[in-house]
């Protein structure tokens, strides 16, 4: 059985499209996360979502759009595509705990799995 | 920016012992030293943590110096299929702490 998975695994389309890339995870994990690896192979967290709640946002331009229609499931909505946005995406999940040792309890991220990748190529 | 250095790139013969080093003389005191790696054309798959002490799993076992400013993955029995990029990863698994960074890595050519 498939831990992390990813729809579609490639996706070729012209600039100034609106494409979406899916992700479920069937681990039971409450936080799940996107990553872009460019043509450097350089891998950059995107997004993180805990219990459907965005947590962390890096600077990445708002025609990104992820939605978490629960927790098994981050997908990601680009809009207007443009040629820099060919990359390799990898969605990932992980559990997340309170740290009761910090008197500001904060959560605890357990390891990430990763999925499969989605490699997207703008034209 | 990554707070590790790793080499570029090595070898080690099949049926050998890998030790991957990895520097992180920056390190805090909240902070865990991962280790990830990405088989070509893969997602990354986590290998190892820890924290200060030595760890061992089925995959391979992670060595911390004592001032914990560098550590050593060891796959003790290397295979063909253990040809990856190994990162190496420091951070506060903590929400509001800097999330996995991945740097350039290691790539580990295991050769027959």
């Known amino acids: 059985d498939t831990a992390v998975s990813q729809t579609p695994k490639y996706l070729v389309t012209q600039m100034g499209n609106d494409k979406s890339i899916k992700c479920e995870q069937n681990l039971g994990h409450d936080t799940m996360y996107w990553y872009k690896q460019d043509s450097k192979k350089f891998l950059k967290i995107m997004f993180s979502y805990n219990n459907k709640e965005l947590i962390i946002n890096e600077t990445v331009p708002n025609r990104f759009s992820p939605k978490s229609p629960d927790k098994a499931h981050l997908n990601l909505h680009i809009n207007s595509l443009e040629l820099g946005d060919s990359a390799v995406y990898f969605c990932a999940s992980s559990f997340s705990r309170p740290n009761l040792a910090d008197r500001d309890i904060s959560l605890v991220q357990e390891t990430q799995y990763f999925g499969p990748g989605t490699r997207l190529l703008v034209l | 920016d990554a707070k590790t250095t790793q080499p570029p790139s090595m070898d080690c013969a099949e049926g050998r012992a890998a030790n991957l080093p990895c520097n992180h003389s920056?390190?805090?005191?909240?902070?865990?030293v991962y280790w990830y790696r990405q088989i070509h054309s893969q997602g990354p798959q986590y290998i190892i943590h820890g924290l200060k002490n030595n760890e061992t799993n089925e995959m391979a076992s992670l060595i911390i110096t004592e001032d914990r400013k560098s550590s050593t993955l060891i796959l003790p029995h290397a295979t063909l299929r253990d040809t990856a990029v190994y990162y190496c990863?420091?951070?506060?698994?903590?929400?509001?702490?800097?999330?996995?960074?991945f740097g350039k890595g290691t790539r580990l050519s295991v050769i027959a």
């Open positions: 920056t390190i805090s005191g909240n902070e865990y």
């Open positions: 990863i420091v951070r506060a698994p903590f929400w509001g702490n800097t999330p996995l960074v």
